[in-house]
């Protein structure tokens, strides 16, 4: 196997010179480099990455923690991450709790251990936030709070939130049904105050402004997001639970069951019911009836993570200071505090077939046989 001393003597220059050229550290001669390159080119000789990424004191390598890779959301955020980071020349370590059956633990041991630049925690943690403010290694949170100092990045669920609110009331909406996770993952910490789940924001603003427009509303738990059986098993039902209700609010996954559901019913989607999908992944655009849905911008929250990640990355202890990262109290934490401590990105609100208003009535859907009928049977 050739290796640098080859390559040194090759070029006619000591072994600290080929170090210097293959490491890109400190400064050596344009001749001396050409010189060595043109030996490496001969010999063929490449270069030990991890070697190398020791040398520097960096591998090059960003954990990224997600509860599966199944789900649509997931499968979208971790595509834009791992774009995100590659630009950089970082490449993905995916740990996906549940798919691989792999705890958040063992993600943290290998930061710890030294065998990863940083860390993208994008999964729910019981953990108290003192465990990870205390790892002392970069580490990014997205759409959760896990700590001071611990840099946090997520979409704007107020403004989705009061996005999708404002439709339904506009377009006459009287029940309305929100299907989301469970509501143990919204406090979690600090006196039943805080939480490091900031969707439920989603859901608090969606539920205030319906509220007081005198419109009723309800909130169904659909399990674990990584429990996409249970998630559909409760959407395919919820309309049979909700018989009066007239709109339903979920994930784009969630709510794509929903419109099966409505559809094998004869139930006219938008006359009977509004359907507003929350993601804005692909299956907004397939489930049968174009969805209408609020959008989370991908490229951009990935962006900001990784932007985060790198500043983190260039403290002593991973951590940010005031000015770049808000704090809290986390004993006393309200999920607007949370908020006020993360970057919010913004999301978008996209008109489709599934709800009422801009679209033409002649857009609605039926179920097959009737006549006019269009989408899944």
Known sequence: MVGMRDVAKQAGVSLSTVSLVVNKNGYVSDDMRIRVEDAMKTLNYIPNELARNLYRGRTNLVGVIVPTVRHPFFSSMIAAIQGALAKRGLRTMLCS???????????????????????????????????????????????????AGIPSVGSDHDSGGQLVAEHLIATGAKHVVSIGGPRSQFIDYGGGMGTTFPTVRL???????????????????????????????????VIDEYPDADAFVGSDYITAYVVQSALRQGRRIPDDLQIVAYDGTGMADSAGVRLTCVRQDFD????????????????????????????IDEDTASPHDVA????????????????????????????????????MA
């Open 300 to 327: 951009a929250l990935a962006e900001q993570i990784v932007t985060r990640l790198i500043q983190a990355c260039e403290t002593a202890d991973g951590k940010l200071d005031a000015d770049h990262v808000g704090r």
């Open 97 to 147: 709790t549940v798919d691989a059956d792999q705890s958040e633990t063992d993600c943290v041991d290998m930061l710890r251990r030294h065998m990863m630049d940083g860390l993208i925690m994008a999964a729910h943690t019981a953990h108290e936030p003192i465990y990870w403010t205390s790892i002392g290694r970069p580490i990014v949170a997205f759409d959760r709070y896990l700590g």
């Open 340 to 375: 006020e401590a993360m970057d919010l990105v913004p999301v978008s609100f996209h008109q489709g077939e599934s709800t009422r208003g801009q679209v033409s009535r002649a857009g609605s859907f039926r179920t097959s046989g009737e006549p006019g009928a269009s989408g």
């Open 203 to 237: 859901h608090a603003a969606l539920e205030g402004l319906l509220n007081e427009a005198g419109v009723r509303y309800d909130y169904v738990e659909a399990g674990e997001v990584a429990n996409l059986e249970h998630q559909r098993d409760v959407a395919l039902h």
